[in-house]
């Protein structure tokens, strides 16, 4: 069974006893409901693009479409195919909540409204999504959830199923707090202990007294992360695989209600952590152009990097390679990852990219599948160099972060070297890579849109030059040499938009 493992202060997946890390993509929303369109259209092109885990959805809405009776088979031919095609699975529990609403409630759910009560505006109006303060409905999720886990601790022999994601975006849209009868009752009460600890009950302070202007915020994500620890709890009771929830990021107009208000936004990540503790990590979904601060935000000793959702724009190679070498991140996944080998992709339209306030640019699919893939397969070649040099200074990596920068200097023990980044250019990745010090003179180089240049250190004005310099890539886990450079080719060492490897022993004089 899969397990994360702290490997000298690195979380590491690991999978049938060996670290893995999932080389991903998450299907489009409806893709799990036909599984035979689903083995043509991606199973059986998975490989173009080198992916070894699939993150794919469960529908309580078809798992339990009659109350009380539970139907795997959506579940079991995933597993099936799973093994068929050697690959690994993250299951995403579309339950009570799918960005922000309740649309895959099963429809018994869906029509007793008494029952299970949606969230109420100021104004008395509903929304589409049952309040995460209905018990009842928190009930059925968790018992239907569980059964789920206990079936796949049951039925899944080969272990592909390697984590799962509780709910999907959660929080409420159009409003900052739920404003129904039973949320009115709890808003008016005290603060939990668990988000207030150093305070006695006397003390004990309301919302509002303990939170101000973020009262209604602070709320939202302790009720949404107590139902998600209620379902994840009830679910690893049965079968304890990791379990993750993942976020609508935080953007412009920046208000509580623009975004999910109550999911697991930066500024709320203390409150899920301390209200949910099965969810081992909150895993954020990137559209914005700043993909490389929201790594770094959600990079923490306490939330290993995973990203369940992320642009599918041929710079999306270049974060893959940053998110697994230079935070470590477990799974990397563009969404909609089919639509790189369709003949003819699926276009979001123009209105469900502005209500999700996605950055149109970061569904351009010019070159990805080749970049991607390739990056993914130098990255499973690579794994145990990368698992021998992690968190040693033998091992530095590089991301252009904007178009204004030119580049970066890394500092090694003999030498330093100069990372020029070039233009980046349509359907082109963005300047990335890593750089091992195999020993102090063996430098291994893998990159993309850059080029190199070796410097001798501060107050050495010894000239460096290249006793050996390698073109190559590796197979098999080797390192294998397609062109020996010298002469004009040994003078400029530059990777373009495909990733590519440089193998240099350096000598100074």
């Known amino acids: 069974m899969a397990e994360i493992r702290n490997d000298n202060g690195i979380s590491t997946l690991y999978v049938d006893g060996q670290p893995f890390q999932a080389f991903a993509g998450e299907v489009h929303n409806s893709a799990a409901y036909d599984p035979e369109r689903m083995e043509i259209e991606i199973w059986e092109k998975m490989e173009q693009s080198n992916l070894n885990t699939l993150i794919v959805p469960v529908y309580w809405e078809t798992l339990e479409s009659e109350e009380g009776k539970f139907d795997f088979t959506l579940v079991d031919a995933l597993i099936k195919q799973a093994d068929k095609y050697k690959k690994k699975l993250i299951l995403l529990w579309f339950g009570l909540w799918k960005n922000a609403e309740s649309a895959y409630v099963p429809v018994w759910m869906k029509k ?6 949606r969230v109420e505006l100021y ?6 999504t049952i309040s995460p303060l209905c018990t009842a409905a928190v009930e059925k999720d ?5 059964r789920l886990m206990e079936h796949i601790r049951e039925t899944d022999e080969n272990s592909a199923v390697i ?3 509780v709910e999907n975006e959660v929080g ?3 409003t900052e707090r739920d404003y129904c009868a039973q949320a009115e009752e709890v808003f008016g009460g005290s603060v939990p202990e668990m988000l207030l600890p150093e305070q006695t009950e006397k003390e004990r302070a309301t919302w509002k007294e303990a939170f101000g202007d973020d ?4 709320f939202s994500a302790w009720c949404f992360a107590s139902a998600l620890e209620q379902i994840a709890s009830a679910g690893r009771e049965k079968h304890p695989l990791p379990c993750l929830t993942n976020v609508w990021l935080k953007q412009f107009p920046w208000y509580p209600g623009s975004y999910p208000s109550g999911g697991p936004v930066e500024d709320m990540l203390w409150v899920w952590k301390a209200a949910a503790p099965s969810l081992f990590t909150i895993g954020p979904d990137i559209y914005v152009p700043y993909v490389s601060d929201i790594m770094k935000t959600y990079s923490r000793p306490d939330n290993p990097l995973l990203i369940p959702e992320v642009r599918k724009d041929a710079v999306t190679a270049s974060y893959a390679l940053y998110a697994f070498l230079h935070f470590h991140a477990l799974c990397y996944a563009p969404f909609g990852v089919e639509d790189l080998w369709a003949d003819q992709p699926s276009d979001l339209p123009a209105e469900v990219i502005d209500a999700l306030k996605l950055d149109p640019l970061s569904f351009n699919l010019s070159g990805t599948k080749e970049t991607l893939g390739e990056v993914y397969r130098l990255l499973e070649e690579i794994r145990p160099l990368y698992l021998k040099y992690r968190g ?10 904007s178009d204004g920068e030119q580049g970066c200097y890394l500092k090694f023990k003999n030498y330093d070297i100069e990372i020029q980044y070039l233009p980046r250019t349509d359907g082109a990745p963005a300047a990335a890579g890593v750089v091992f010090e195999l020993d102090e003179n063996t430098f291994l180089i893998i990159g993309m849109m850059c080029s190199i240049r070796f410097h001798t250190k501060p107050g050495d004005h010894r000239r460096v030059d290249f006793l050996t310099k390698e073109a190559g890539t590796f197979h098999v886990g080797k390192w294998v040499c397609e062109q020996r450079q010298n002469g004009d080719e040994k003078i400029v060492s530059v990777l373009y938009n495909m ?3 440089f193998r240099i022993e350096t000598f100074k004089y």
């Open 499 to 501: 990733p590519g490897c």
């Open 215 to 218: 009262a209604e915020e602070v």
């Open 123 to 128: 104004g008395g109006e509903r929304l589409n």
């Open 142 to 146: 968790a018992n239907a959830f569980s």
């Open 112 to 117: 007793n409204s008494e029952t299970y009560f």
């Open 163 to 165: 984590m799962v994601q």
């Open 172 to 174: 409420l849209l159009g």
């Open 392 to 401: 040693t200074e033998h091992m530095k990596c590089f991301l252009k972060q």
